[in-house]
C-alpha cells in the first residue's frame, strides 16, 4: 500500500477531471495510490479514469451504480483505506506540484496534528486566477472561533492521519458541509497543521453545489454550522444566526444592526473561553477588530445612513477595532 491514498469523489466531471488527475501525477511526493469514485456519473467520467489507469498503475476507478453524493462516497473508499494518510482532491481542482511533500513536512514538523491544510488560490473557466489565500492563523483554537463566522479552508487541500479519519468515522450523512464539520471537529481538538504555501487551485464555476442562488443557507449547512457554533458557547445560537452569521463582513440581506448585534455576541462568546491562551486572545482580537470594519465597509456600498448611524451609537467599539487592527497589520480577514 501507498503512503497516501489521495480520494476524488466524481460526478459528471468529465470537463474538468483531466486536470485534476495530472496535477496528482505531476507530485514531487510519488508514493501514492489515487482512486476516483464516480458516483453515479452520466456522462464519461468513467472513460476518463479508466484512460488515466490504464496509463498509470497508481490510478483505479470505482463506480457505484447511483448517486449517494461526494461525502457518501469519499467514504467508501477512505473508511477502510489502509494506508497512512489520506488526501482529498476534489474533481475541479488542482494541486500544485510540491503539494503533498510540503504536507508531509508540516506534519512532521507538528507531532501533535493529525491533519494538514494550507494556502489556495481560485482560478475560474478563463484560467484567470486570483489572489493566494492563506489560512487565517496558526493557531487552532483562533481557527476554531473563527469557524463560527466562517472557514476560508478549501476542501482540496486536506491530508489526513488515516487512523484519525477513520475513528472519527468518516464523513457525516449529508450531501452537504460535510468537510465543514470535518474541519471544525479537527481544530476543536487541536490536531490541524497549517501550511503557508500555495498547495492547490481552486476551481470556480457555474456548476458548482455552493454556486447556485441560495444553495448556502441550505438548512444542512445551517444545522452543521448551527452544531459548530452550539459546541463554541451555549450562547443561546438558532438556526437564523447559524444563517446570518456567515455574512458578516459581506454586503449582507439584513439590517447592519443585526450584523453588529451577531458579531458582539460572538465576541463576547470567544472572550468568556478560558481555555484561550495571550496569543490566542491577541490575535482574536486583530480578527475581531477587522471583522466589524470589514461589516460596516461592505454594508456602506448600499445602507450609508444606517451604516453612520450604527458607527456613532458603536463609536467606542470602533475606535477599538482600529486599535486591534493597528496592533496587529499581519492579521488578515477575507
Not at 489526513?160 to 460535510?178: H, K, M, N, S, W
Amino acid at each position: 500500500m501507498a503512503r497516501i491514498l489521495v480520494v476524488t469523489a466524481a460526478k459528471d466531471a468529465d470537463a474538468f477531471l483531466s486536470d485534476a488527475i495530472d496535477s496528482i501525477r505531476a507530485q514531487t511526493f510519488t508514493d501514492w495510490e489515487y482512486v476516483v469514485v464516480d458516483d453515479g456519473s452520466t456522462d464519461a467520467t468513467a472513460s476518463v479514469v479508466e484512460k488515466y489507469a490504464a496509463l498509470d498503475g497508481r490510478i483505479r476507478l470505482e463506480q457505484l451504480a447511483s448517486s449517494v453524493g461526494p461525502y457518501a462516497a469519499a467514504n467508501t473508499v477512505m473508511l477502510g483505506a489502509d494506508c497512512q494518510y489520506l488526501a482529498r482532491l476534489d474533481a475541479d481542482d488542482v494541486s500544485m506540484p510540491d503539494r503533498f511533500q510540503r504536507e508531509l513536512d508540516a506534519l512532521a514538523r507538528a507531532p501533535w496534528a493529525r491533519a494538514c491544510t494550507g494556502a489556495w488560490q481560485g482560478f475560474d473557466e478563463t484560467k484567470t486566477v486570483g489572489a493566494v489565500r492563506p489560512v487565517r492563523s496558526h493557531r487552532n483554537a483562533v481557527l476554531k472561533w473563527t469557524f463560527c463566522l466562517r472557514s476560508n479552508l478549501v476542501h482540496s487541500t486536506l491530508m489526513i492521519d488515516t487512523e484519525c479519519f477513520q475513528q472519527l468515522g468518516g464523513y457525516g450523512p449529508e450531501r452537504v458541509a460535510e468537510d465543514f464539520r470535518l474541519w471544525a471537529r479537527l481544530v476543536s481538538d487541536g490536531q490541524l497543521a497549517v501550511v503557508d504555501d500555495l498547495l492547490v487551485r481552486y476551481r470556480q464555476h457555474a456548476k458548482q453545489i455552493t454556486a447556485a442562488e441560495g444553495m448556502r443557507d441550505q438548512p444542512e449547512r445551517l444545522r452543521i454550522r448551527l452544531d459548530h457554533l452550539q459546541r463554541c458557547s451555549d450562547s443561546g445560537w438558532t438556526l437564523d444566526d447559524a444563517r446570518d452569521v456567515r455574512y458578516v463582513g459581506r454586503d449582507a440581506p439584513y439590517p447592519v444592526a443585526r450584523g453588529l448585534a451577531l458579531l458582539t455576541k460572538w465576541e463576547t462568546a470567544w472572550r468568556s473561553d478560558p481555555t484561550l491562551d495571550p496569543e490566542d486572545r491577541r490575535e482574536l482580537d486583530a480578527l475581531t477588530g477587522r471583522a466589524y470594519i470589514a461589516h460596516l465597509r461592505f454594508a456602506r456600498r448600499t445602507r450609508p445612513r444606517e451604516v453612520a448611524s450604527e458607527a456613532i451609537r458603536h463609536w467606542p467599539r470602533a475606535v477599538r477595532s482600529l486599535a486591534r487592527v493597528a496592533a496587529s497589520r499581519t492579521t488578515r480577514w477575507q
